[in-house]
Nanobody
Framework: QVHLVESGGGLVQAGGSLRLSCAAS????????MVWYRQAPGKQRELVAR???????TYADSVKGRFTISRDNAKNTVYLQMNSLKPEDTAVYYC???????????????WGQGTQVTVSS
């Protein structure tokens, strides 16, 4: 079994910062891309940031220059440093990863349960 667990969400004032973490655990052979998504009430889920196993990153235009994605391959963990937060960043943030398990199913996408980020004005 493979699990992703997010942490670090919460309530913050506009202009503040939060750091999200997402740790993958279980029977893992390798992890390829790791991605942060978010979904605000009444809106579609959107990609926030993505990082490959080699460290290449991409960001949504709305977060460029404010958010930074990083990963610690030794810990199977991806991070999202969020600075200069705005009320429109309020959403449930999900991490996802393309993982090849040691045993069982073939490589596939795994998702965390989500963590709430609320930015007050």
């Amino acid at each position: 079994q493979v699990h992703l667990v997010e942490s670090g969400g919460g309530l913050v004032q506009a202009g503040g910062s939060l750091r999200l973490s997402c740790a993958a655990s279980g029977s893992i052979f390798s992890i390829n891309a790791m991605v942060w998504y978010r979904q605000a009430p009444g809106k579609q889920r959107e990609l926030v940031a993505r990082i490959t196993s080699g460290g290449s990153t991409t960001y949504a235009d709305s977060v460029k220059g404010r958010f930074t994605i990083s990963r610690d391959n030794a810990k199977n963990t991806v991070y999202l440093q969020m600075n200069s937060l705005k009320p429109e960043d309020t959403a449930v943030y999900y991490c996802a990863a393309l993982i090849s398990p040691l045993i069982g199913p073939p490589r596939g996408d795994y998702w965390g349960q989500g963590t709430q980020v609320t930015v007050s004005s």
